[in-house]
């Protein structure tokens, strides 16, 4: 079992930057994979990033502009947005990958958070 919970979410104008964080309980956080998910409004949810043991993965979308780490230590994981575009306002969503794969399929992870709310004025 793991919960996850996610902070740091908020309004912020074009261009400017926030940091999302995923506290994470239950199960040795250092063994599975954790992803960021934002879903817009009218719109499915869709891949953002997410971090392995070792590896990082970005969607074209947001790649360059976003950077997720961890912190095996906190068992948090994070992500740092910057030059955010309106498009980028969505509800962001971090979840566990129990086999590590650093997927970028929603139906790969087994646990999720209940999400931050992403607002980039335009």
């Known amino acids: 079992q793991v919960r996850l919970v996610e902070s740091g979410g908020g309004l912020v104008q074009t261009g400017g930057s926030l940091i999302l964080s995923c506290t994470a309980s239950g199960r040795s956080f250092s063994t599975y994979a954790v992803g960021w998910f934002r879903r817009a409004p009218g719109r499915e949810r869709e891949f953002a990033a997410a971090?392995?043991?070792?590896?990082?993965y970005y969607a074209d979308s947001v790649r360059g502009r976003f950077t997720i780490s961890r912190d095996n230590a906190k068992n948090t994981v994070t992500l740092q947005m910057v030059s955010l575009k309106p498009e980028d306002t969505a509800v962001y969503y971090c979840?566990?990958?129990?086999?590590?794969?650093?997927?970028?399929?929603?139906?790969?992870?087994?646990?999720w958070g209940q999400g931050t709310q992403v607002t980039v004025s335009s």
């Open positions: 971090i392995t043991w070792g590896s990082t």
């Open positions: 979840a566990a990958d129990l086999h590590n794969s650093g997927s970028q399929e929603t139906r790969d992870y087994e646990y």
